[in-house]
């Protein structure tokens, strides 16, 4: 009698064990296909900004970042809130030396960047590849809901989202002006418009702002010469110059550049690369709002 009861409390147990092994064991969909991780990841490396972006706004520090060998071009909003890490190396190229000696559970890479590297990545740990690099700023989000249920914490993440939309809606509400605007960077060689496929560009759109360049709908970016830029001519060009010295200034000599509106207006702004360009996160895009509404609306 004992043995019987002892039998069927022992395998009661065992359901038992099993049911929650199985609860904790986390699927989610990214651009390869299904990741399975047994449970949620501890130790996370991340190889795109935008993911660091994601882990920092729910309280998560990766062990391992590919910074560019820079820790200052994440952006303060995100360094703020995270442990210090190992750099894995350059986004470009992340070290799998280094990032097999940091074991981690997890590995967060771009689809753009990280496709060829993914078998070599996924020898060393579980990997997914999610968009960064050209994605939107709805695109962004939809990765951060992956990220989120991916290290266990969905409904933070969920809830975070939530308030970061609540935020962009009362920046929106205040962006009322029908000029237009544009996003570039330049440097020695030429000028890249960013267009309304790009992060920074579909921000604007979502924000209710007007853009300067609506019919690229084919790329995210596109290289501009002054011409270009004269047919564009926007109200509000918002800027980054990777170089001192760059196209801009051999321009501001030209007389098609006096028929600019922002040489009459002076609306050229100066904005930061991590900000406006690198980083593509949620933290990001709320310093940029803000950025937008000092300006704007000064």
Request: hydrophobic share 45%.
């Amino acid at each position: 009698m004992f043995k019987f009861i002892y039998q069927r409390l022992l395998g009661a147990l065992i359901l038992l064990c099993t049911a929650l092994s199985v609860q904790a064991s986390i699927e989610v969909e990214h651009e390869l296909g299904t990741l399975t991780l047994p449970q949620a990841p501890k130790r996370i490396v991340v190889l795109e900004y935008s993911f660091i972006d994601a882990l920092a706004s729910i309280g998560i520090s990766p062990i391992g970042v590919a910074d560019d060998l820079d820790p200052q071009r994440i952006i303060p909003a995100v360094r703020e809130l995270l442990d210090p890490w190992t750099s894995v190396g350059m986004r470009s190229q992340p070290s799998l030396e280094v990032i097999a000696r940091l074991k981690p559970d997890l590995i967060i890479g771009d689809i753009y960047r990280h496709r060829v590297s993914y078998q070599d990545l996924s020898q060393v740990a579980p990997t997914m590849l999610l968009k960064s690099r050209g994605e939107s700023y709805l695109d962004a989000l939809e990765a951060a809901k992956v990220i989120g249920k991916a290290v266990g914490k969905e409904s933070e993440m969920l809830a975070r989202i939530s308030q970061h939309k609540q935020l962009m809606d009362s920046y929106r509400e205040r962006f009322k002006s029908e000029e237009t605007i544009q996003f570039t960077t330049v440097n020695e060689r030429g000028m890249w418009m960013h267009g309304p496929l790009s992060f920074t560009g579909s921000l604007f759109s979502y924000l209710g702002l007007k853009s300067a360049l609506p019919d690229l709908q084919d790329n995210h970016l596109i290289q501009a010469n002054l011409e270009v830029l004269l047919k564009v001519n926007p109200d509000w060009l918002f800027y980054v110059r990777s170089k001192p010295v760059t196209v801009l200034e051999s321009w501001e000599n030209n007389p098609l550049f006096k028929l600019l509106k922002i040489s009459k207006t002076g609306q050229v702004v100066q904005v930061s690369s991590a900000l406006w360009s690198l980083n593509r996160g949620m933290l990001a895009a709320e310093g940029i709002a803000k950025e937008l509404d000092e300006v704007l609306n000064n």
